[in-house]
């Protein structure tokens, strides 16, 4: 018998009382984050967006804590997804006009893109929602080539404001815009998540997958660099748990969501990833320069990988105190490098059998390797 935690939270306790020693003792949980919530206040929350990535931690941790959610978008992106909840079917690029006059306590915007889009559900909602969270991005900021980046840090901006249209160059300072739509419009009531890369279960990009994945296969592995590079990267859990505990406790402001700066290495990545998966990998570290020389680009061929000189080489000392003192907390890598691999295991082989949409195809990384040996004499 399987019961998922909305399900459950439905049942009573005479329901619990027919279920297995396990699912007993994962009711009474339950039943103690569910009465937690309602010490405070169960909320209903809207999520605009909900199945594809994010969406999903976010809702998951929400409803584990005993909220109630409704989804609204196209049906397009995992149909299947929460059967149990209510969804409001609506591309929010034409009209929000499907939640007119509904009203919840929290909005959380997983897919803003465009700030005209955001001020219409802005403008639909008012009056009807307590708190409008906004996820953003860290790719807001302008300048990424000086260390500590805070969330005063000023923004990128673009000439055409009203473009709809997201390139590398339009994407941060759009974000930035809707952050601002969302502010206007709900002043002090605004929450705007700044996350760095996004990690973990169902990750369509692949940026940080590559990694376990590549490494899970065994043999020399073709790596960035040195193993004390920094970088920085957020578990896809732990930032839904941020969110969720953000409309709980109607957090507000601005920030930015990312592991600690200085905190993670390209090395402990590619170790955490050999361990878990238990492979026998060993690490060829290829110097950045002659990388480069070779084509190979940074962050796309050699995912999570930011070099430290370079335009970019601020990012990954973004500071995060802020997330920190609000109650952003992390998982251990190894849980995330344990989860990617979990998830990648459910993958369809179809999806598997495709070169994957970040790192270096295998045939590549064998050509690469020999040209680092011989230049290595
Ligand atoms: N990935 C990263 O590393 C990273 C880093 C920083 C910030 N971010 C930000 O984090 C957010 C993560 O997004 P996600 O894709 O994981 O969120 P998600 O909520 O899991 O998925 C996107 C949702 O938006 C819906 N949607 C898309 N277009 C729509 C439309 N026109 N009207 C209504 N619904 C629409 C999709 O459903 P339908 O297709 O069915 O409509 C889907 O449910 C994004 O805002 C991104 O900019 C990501």
């Known amino acids: 018998m399987t019961l998922t935690r909305r399900r459950f939270l439905q049942c009573s306790l005479t329901g619990a009382a027919a279920l297995g020693a396990t699912q007993l003792g994962w009711a009474s949980r339950a039943l103690a984050d569910m009465s937690r919530v309602r010490a405070g206040r169960r909320l209903r929350i809207l999520v605009l967006g909900g199945t594809a990535f994010l969406g999903p931690a976010i809702v998951d941790n929400a409803l584990e804590r005993g909220h109630e959610v409704t989804l609204f978008n196209r049906g397009k992106t995992n149909p299947h997804l929460y059967p149990d909840l209510e969804k409001i079917v609506g591309d929010r690029t034409v009209s929000h006009d499907a939640l007119k006059g509904r009203k919840w306590d929290v909005v959380?915007?997983?897919?803003?893109?465009?700030?005209?889009?955001?001020r219409e559900a802005a403008a639909v909602l008012a009056g009807n929602i307590d708190q409008y969270i906004f996820i953003s991005s860290i790719s807001v900021y302008a300048d990424f080539s000086r260390k500590?980046?805070?969330?005063?840090?000023?923004?990128?901006t673009i000439e055409d404001e009203a473009t709809e249209t997201v390139t590398g160059e339009t994407y941060g300072p759009l974000k930035a815009l809707c952050e601002q739509a969302a502010e206007q419009a709900f002043p002090g009531s605004t929450c705007n998540i700044r996350p760095g890369?996004?990690?973990g279960p169902r990750d369509r990009s692949?940026?940080?997958?590559?990694?376990?994945?590549?490494?899970?296969r065994g043999g020399e592995v073709l790596v960035p660099d040195s193993p004390q590079t920094v970088t920085q990267i957020i578990d896809v859990?732990?930032?839904g748990e941020f969110v969720v505990r953000c409309a709980e406790r109607k957090t507000c402001g601005v920030y930015n969501c990312t592991s600690p700066a200085g905190d993670l290495t390209m090395g402990e990545i590619f170790e955490t990833c050999r361990k878990v998966?238990?492979?026998?990998?060993?690490?060829?570290?290829?110097?950045?320069?002659?990388?480069?020389?070779?084509g190979v680009q940074p962050w796309s061929d050699m995912p999570v990988w930011i070099p430290l000189e370079g335009p970019d080489a601020g990012q990954p000392f973004t500071d995060v105190s802020r997330a920190l003192a609000a109650g952003l907390v992390f998982r251990p890598l190894s849980e995330t490098v344990r989860g990617t691999l979990d998830w990648w295991a459910t993958v369809p082989s179809e999806r598997k059998g495709r070169p994957l949409r970040a790192g270096l195809t295998a045939e590549r990384e064998a050509e690469l390797l020999e040209l680092w040996r011989a230049r290595q004499g």
Not at 207 to 216: G, L, Q
């Open 148 to 156: 500590g980046l805070n969330e005063e840090s000023p923004v990128g």
């Open 108 to 118: 959380i915007d997983t897919c803003g893109y465009y700030p005209r889009v955001v």
């Open 237 to 239: 859990r732990d930032l």
């Open 206 to 216: 692949d940026r940080f997958t590559y990694w376990p994945v590549r490494i899970a």
């Open 277 to 294: 998966s238990g492979s026998n990998a060993s690490f060829v570290y290829a110097d950045g320069d002659w990388l480069a020389a070779q």
């Open 197 to 199: 890369l996004i990690v």
